[in-house]
């Protein structure tokens, strides 16, 4: 039991380090091509072509240069991330009601104070709402890490496979549905945190 | 306060404003008008540079606006649009001092300044200032717009069709509230509308733009007087129908009074009158320019001596006359004040085009408030 709240915890780091390289990666990236729209389409059509490789290929063929172990299993994490935080960032920014970067730039902020002060908190629940979509695929891909020599709670349930043994199968495939439920719940309230009051649906008086 | 000298702005394929040339004083509110696409916009967003202008310069109290960093000379002007845009993501109060905290205004001064400004146009700071735009009307919004543009006490405002997407009542009042608020203030304001009676309010002066060339600068008054040309007149006039009823000298007046030539005898004349049952008639040439006139009497008292029209023509102090680009308002407020019993109608080339008489003028106020009521 120990070991499987161990392995929980491992899977669930593992899951948040790939979803959170991908943060680091791919919101500065979005920002980036919502300022060089020219780029956004490229960019766009190969984090989709990276989407559609399947997972155990993109395991293997990563494993191929980056070894056995964790590091290979957060990097594809990492890149299945990618295709929902940039596009949600990307729709997200670029969505905006183009009278509030207007009045903004109108009344003298630079390009970092709009997207400080006005992008990125209206955008925030849709880029809130990619995160979520990404931390709930990664804990479901992470469970293949095992084949490549990571950790997390692929383990029991491949180890379970091959000997045929269904309790240790559960054992591996319950946590691992739980925290997924959990982060979705977790995260869908932070999403609901993060947002604005004033854009909330509810509006008592609007003409 | 603002100058524009010889600013021009090309596309790759048309030209938005051609050799602007403009000076507006301090204090004033300038009303820049024109049909879409005629370079009122582009004119005020070169104000703040939102658009930079192909050749020419602009000058801020002869500052050249080229030489400035567009983002602390943007600081510096109030600028309202017709999205409103404010942040649904602030509140009222955050909305409010933007600016001021962008310069870096301490905290406490902001929030005096955000208190004084809602009190200012009658909202209470502690019902408003922590509430969210999503909250307020359109016009509410709007009206945080504006202070918004005040916050940081700027010397110059510059608004973009700020009224036109409100409803006509919030847009009244709001076009009354900024008329106090410029008249109390004295910012120097550059206004673009497309709604003329709009500009004739809010007006110091009107501009007129049309295919991005300045057409008229003018009061309301001159403009309304005066119009410098057939586009303008028409522009006037246009929207001026639009509105309420009675808008146009042209809706009150008789199309087709009586007239006579100066060639024609005097009992033809008389004989006319009485057929017309008319105490007067109006003299005109071959082209219908109005000559003058001649009242039964002074036909009566010359019948002896004269033989023509023409001969006893004018003999009654000069006529008043009015242009048919005048509104139904200037008609009314002659004949009343100067106690006249007619006002001819003349177009730019001095062509009778009809007459307005008292009996003219009651039955379109009569028709104007019960309908039409027949002739």
């Known amino acids: ?207 | 306060m603002v100058k524009f000298k010889n600013v021009v702005k090309a596309y790759e394929n048309h030209v938005a404003v051609k050799n602007l040339n403009l000076e507006i004083p301090e204090g004033e509110l300038v009303v820049l008008i024109g049909p879409s696409g005629c370079g009122k916009t582009t004119t005020l967003k070169m104000v703040n540079r939102l658009i930079e202008p192909t050749s020419g310069s602009i000058f801020i109290r002869d500052r050249n606006v080229k030489d400035l960093n567009p983002v602390a000379l943007r600081r510096e002007i109030g600028y309202v649009i017709q999205q409103i845009g404010l942040f649904p993501n602030m509140t009222i109060e955050q909305n409010i001092d933007v600016v001021p905290r962008l310069l870096g205004w301490p905290a406490e001064k902001r929030k005096r300044r955000v208190y004084e400004l809602l009190e200012m146009v009658g909202m209470d700071p502690e019902i408003y200032a922590h509430r969210y735009p999503n909250e307020l009307s359109g016009g509410q919004q709007q009206r945080i717009g504006v202070l918004r543009a005040l916050a940081a006490e700027p010397p110059l405002i510059l608004m973009d069709e700020p009224f036109g997407a409100l409803d006509p009542i919030a847009r009244e009042s709001l076009q009354d509230e900024l008329k106090n608020l410029h008249s109390r203030l004295n910012i120097t304001t550059i206004f673009v509308t497309h709604d003329m009676d709009e500009a004739l309010k809010l007006a110091d002066r009107v501009v007129v733009m049309n295919q991005g060339e300045v057409v008229q600068v003018a009061t309301p008054e001159t403009l309304l007087r005066n119009p410098a040309n057939d586009f303008v007149a028409s522009f006037i006039g246009k929207n001026r129908l639009n509105g309420d009823s009675l808008q146009s000298v042209v809706e009150i007046m008789l199309p087709d009074p009586v007239t006579v030539h100066p060639q024609m005898g005097l009992a033809e004349g008389l004989a006319l009158m009485k057929r017309k049952k008319v105490d007067t008639v109006l003299v005109v040439d071959e082209q219908r320019r109005l000559l003058g006139s001649v009242a039964v009497e002074t036909l009566d008292r010359e019948h002896k001596r004269a033989r023509t029209i023409g001969e006893i023509m004018n003999q009654d102090p000069p006529l008043t006359t009015i242009r048919s680009q005048a509104s139904a308002k200037e008609a009314f407020d002659l004949i009343i004040g100067e106690k006249l019993k007619y006002l001819p109608v003349l177009d730019e080339n001095d062509v009778l085009v009809g007459l307005v008489t008292r009996n003219s003028m009651v039955s379109a106020l009569a028709s104007a408030v019960w309908g039409d009521v027949g002739e």
Request: aromatic share 4%.
């Open chain 1, 1 to 207: 039991m120990g070991d499987i709240l161990a392995l929980t915890v491992e899977h669930l780091m593992l899951s948040a380090a790939g979803v959170g390289l991908a943060l680091v990666v791919g919101i500065p990236l979005a920002i980036l091509i919502t300022r060089y729209r020219t780029l956004a389409g490229f960019t766009m059509a190969v984090t989709d072509v990276l989407q559609t490789i399947p997972s155990m290929a993109l395991l293997a063929a990563l494993m191929i240069y980056l070894g056995l172990g964790n590091q290979t299993l957060v990097v594809t994490l990492m890149i299945y991330s990618l295709l929902p935080i940039v596009r949600n960032t990307y729709t997200g920014i670029t969505g905006i009601d183009k009278g509030l970067i207007e009045a903004g730039k109108g009344m003298g902020m630079t390009r970092w104070q709009l997207l400080r002060m006005v992008q990125i908190p209206v955008a925030l629940p849709v880029i809130m709402a990619g995160i979520r979509v990404a931390m709930v695929t990664a804990i479901g891909i992470a469970t293949l890490g095992v084949l490549i020599g990571g950790g997390g709670l692929g383990a029991p349930i491949w180890r379970g496979m091959q000997i045929v043994d269904s309790s240790m199968i559960l054992s591996g495939a319950i946590p691992a549905a739980l925290i997924a439920i959990l982060c979705e719940f977790g995260l869908a309230k932070l999403e609901k945190a993060v947002t604005p009051r004033g854009m909330k649906a509810s509006s008592p008086a609007k003409s």
